[in-house]
């Protein structure tokens, strides 16, 4: 049975409250492997920063702009922000240019948190309706049209100021940025009765029964800007269990990390599991606090990971707009598999008109839930995608699915014009965005091709003016300050045109079926690498 929606089963302030009242000297929180917060240590962080946030002159319902690295920083200003009913939305650190452009005015914030190595970004762009900056760390000390505010500001001693009303569960808890596919990024409106659902979804059997409970410790290895490490510790939070948020994932320090923790739950993305895998066996392999490994998609190795740890596996399907529809039993056997639909939602495969598909065939994946405010209510400012998301009373997912006749989907592809690269969905518009604005370009096409980890990478097929010439190694390096470093393609292939239908449109699937042709430059292969760097 799903639970109701309640203040007291949703709302992010009534459950911190509440285990704060009830197990006030529990485990909450710890960062890396420092020093463990309780409920009642966490929870007096979060009423003072809360306090500290109105003090700035954050009110209910204000959106909040922040952009930080996992840590303590970062979690107590989620909790803060919505411990008063505030709007959290957290932005990819790697953002800058034009994408970073326009979250910021999509956003409507007036107040951002940012890391102060990451100030110097915000002087290369339009920052729309913002007025004021609060640096944590070291930062320039001035920013034209914006008011810098120190650190300190976000500590009090004082109380929160009382709500205007009670926070409900189908009150907008974020805003969290997603690729765009024919145009900018859209910003997924989620309320906490979604956050909710997709925290029980991911530590939860497809009869929603959790297999987590009180006494476990989930591993955070996403980061907090997306919507996979939110959940997570949304997850932790709903059932009074703790968590131990990490920077990164790190496959050298990974099982050392588990030891001195004591996690007993963890979420592996792309090839995370693989790397685990294919490290050399050891003595160490088994034995360790690590109980449960949700492995996302699952892979071979996913599939081996279970019978060399001795863990017990998952996996499931979500996206940022949705919560966890389809999962699987435990240590599912079947490579690529994605489970099957969980109670409180109905799923079809459909065609191009929405029609349902016969077993085995491959169509679009809709969803339907049977309680409402369980996905996203919409993306902020865009009505026009939105209407698209939601034709004909279903949310539309833009992934290729297929359903056997036990029942078990299989994830095939991407409808949408996206990529999905070292776990990042990557728009190809914005991409094609930026490219297109170096100098000779005059079309662009980005498009995903296998990479030898999993996942995509990225080629772009480029026509240049007149006999302009393509200096490869000169477009990456105009790329390196305008874009994130997983959105730099690893492919170029120059050619006199793009590939056209007759009414002009660019043929994409000609240049991702022709892939990486002899003609086509690769940086890896002519030692051009791209780094992420920290705040990257």
Known sequence: ????????????????????????????????????????????????????LQDLGVRQGDHVFIWMPNGLDMTRLWFAINYIGAVYVPVNTAYKGALLEHVLANSGATLAVVHGQLVERLALVDRAALTTVVAIGDAPQSLDGVRMVPATALTSDGEPLPLERPIEPWDTQSIIYTSGTTGPSKGVLSSYAHLFFMGLGVI???????FIGRDDRFLITSPLFHVGGTCCVYAMLGVGGAFVMLESFDTA?????VDETGATCVVLLGVMASFLVNQAPSPQDRGSWLKHAIIVPLSTEGVA??????????????????????????????????????????LLVVDEHDQAVPVGTIGELVIRPLLPWTVTHGYYRDDAATARAWRNGWFHTGDAFRQDADGQFYFVDRFKDSIRR?????????????????PGVVEVAAVPVPSELGEDDILVAVAMAGASHLDCAALIEHLRPRMAHFMIPRYVRVLPELPKTPTRKVEKYRIRAEGVTTDTWDREAAGVIVRRDRLE
């Open 305 to 346: 990971f279970g019978p060399r740890f001795g863990v017990t596996t998952h996996t499931q399907y979500s996206m940022t707009e949705i919560a966890v529809p389809i999962r699987s039993a435990p240590d599912p056997r079947v490579a690529g598999s994605c489970g099957v639909v969980r109670d409180g939602v109905q």
């Open 253 to 257: 320090s990974f099982w050392k990390t």
């Open 204 to 210: 939860s059997t497809p009869r929603n029964e959790p």
């Open 422 to 438: 070292r776990g990042e969905n990557v728009s190809s518009f914005e991409v094609e965005m930026e490219i297109s604005r170096y």
């Open 1 to 52: 049975m799903l639970p109701a929606l309640s203040r007291d089963h949703c709302v992010l302030r009534n459950l911190l409250d509440r285990w704060c009242e009830e197990t006030p000297d529990k485990q909450f929180a710890r960062f890396d492997v420092g020093q463990p917060f309780t409920y009642r240590q966490f929870t007096q962080i979060v009423r003072h920063t809360a306090r500290a």
